[in-house]
């Protein structure tokens, strides 16, 4: 059963930062790229990045672009997501979920996630 398990949520005010977690289980994790969505109250989803598995190569969304960074841990089958300068924007339910392709998670073709993990951020 694959299980994806977000942590690292909270809040916080502008202009901090937060780091997100990611335990993954039930799958083979470093043959699968994994990324973060978000959602927002009354909006839809948005995906915020997204890692590679073959030569980790990443996407990012515009509005996240140059403040948050993500990495993956295949020997901990642990997703990060490290955010910096956190803007109110931001504030959202952010979830981790695993595609088949980075192509896939541009078009939200997102496999499994999580429960998610709230980020408020004050002004």
């Known amino acids: 059963e694959v299980q994806l398990v977000e942590s690292g949520g909270g809040l916080v005010q502008a202009g901090d930062s937060l780091r997100l977690s990611c335990a993954a289980s039930?799958?083979?994790?470093?043959?699968?790229?994994i990324g973060w969505f978000r959602q927002a109250p009354g909006k839809g989803r948005e995906g915020v990045s997204c890692i590679n598995s073959s030569d980790g190569s990443t996407y990012y969304a515009d509005s996240v672009k140059g403040r948050f960074t993500i990495s993956r841990d295949n020997a901990k089958n642990t997703l990060y997501l490290q955010m910096n300068s956190l803007k109110p924007e931001d504030t959202a339910v952010y979830y981790c979920?695993?595609?088949?392709?980075?192509?896939?998670?541009?078009?939200?073709?997102?496999?499994?996630w999580g429960q998610g993990t709230q980020v408020t951020v004050s002004s």
């Open positions: 039930g799958f083979t994790f470093d043959d699968v790229p």
């Open positions: 979920a695993a595609t088949d392709s980075l192509q896939d998670f541009l078009t939200s073709k997102w496999n499994s």
